[in-house]
């Protein structure tokens, strides 16, 4: 498979736990987003990395959301003491270049209760 | 006024039928544009990208009026395989991609 793979498909947590997010992209692709959706709205921007590089961050990460990509290939999403305004779909994307269209993977459904 | 904006619908459309969707965007420096497509309760996929001199896949014809910031996407001859959201994407310079809130499509037989 070589498209946009995320890890776990669907997770249920408690408020107050933590959470981690896997997200393997096309392998050549040097650009990988986090995006976040709830039900109505269009995708929201969280953060980016061009290789392992972290180069910007949404003002709606905030200090309880990390994501790395620390050998420039997958990259993790990790949500601290989780609170139910959380609960979202988190979505990896990856392109080739700036300016290209992004794939995205299948998304990581959170619901925190 | 919200980076991109587009008219959340529904548009109920019979089959057979020409629709057309438009979003405006408000960053003056945006350089990359494109039309997703998301089925609901999966990830979007990426439909066509619009370039200046506008660009058509066969039913599908997307336009970008810079002066009036805002771009298009015709579907012509609409079939119950479209029905979907389409959500329209910009990329003002080094930013990455602003979705729109997308616009939902329902064909109907």
């Known amino acids: 498979d070589t498209g946009v793979s995320q890890d776990p498909r669907h997770k249920i947590t408690k408020r107050g736990q933590n959470v981690t997010f896997r997200c393997d992209p096309i392998?050549?692709?040097?650009?990988l987003y986090w995006y976040r959706q709830t039900l109505g709205q269009g995708p929201e921007f969280l953060t980016y990395?061009?290789?392992?590089?972290?180069?910007?961050k949404s003002r709606l990460l905030s200090d309880r959301f990390s994501a790395e990509r620390p050998k420039g290939s997958f990259s993790t999403l990790e949500i601290q003491r989780t609170e139910q305004g959380d609960s979202a779909m988190y979505l990896c994307?990856?392109?080739?270049?700036?300016?290209?269209?992004?794939?995205f993977g299948a998304g990581s459904r959170l619901t925190v209760l | 006024r919200k980076e991109v904006e587009q008219d959340p619908g529904p548009f109920n459309v019979p089959e057979g039928a020409t629709v057309a969707f438009n979003c405006t965007y408000s960053n003056s420096a945006s350089q990359s544009f494109f039309w997703y497509r998301q089925d609901c309760r999966k990830e979007p996929k990426l439909l066509m990208s619009v370039y200046s001199s506008g660009n058509e896949d066969g039913r599908f014809t997307a336009q970008l009026n810079r002066a009036s910031q805002y771009i298009s996407l015709l579907i012509r001859d609409s079939k119950l395989s479209d029905s979907a959201t389409y959500l329209c994407?910009?990329?003002?310079?080094?930013?990455?991609?602003?979705f729109g809130k997308g616009t939902r499509l329902s064909v109907i037989a």
């Open positions: 994307a990856s392109s080739p270049v700036e300016g290209s269209g992004l794939t």
């Open positions: 392998s050549e692709h040097n650009r």
């Open positions: 990395f061009q290789n392992e590089a972290q180069l910007e």
């Open positions: 994407v910009v990329m003002g310079g080094n930013t990455p991609l602003v």
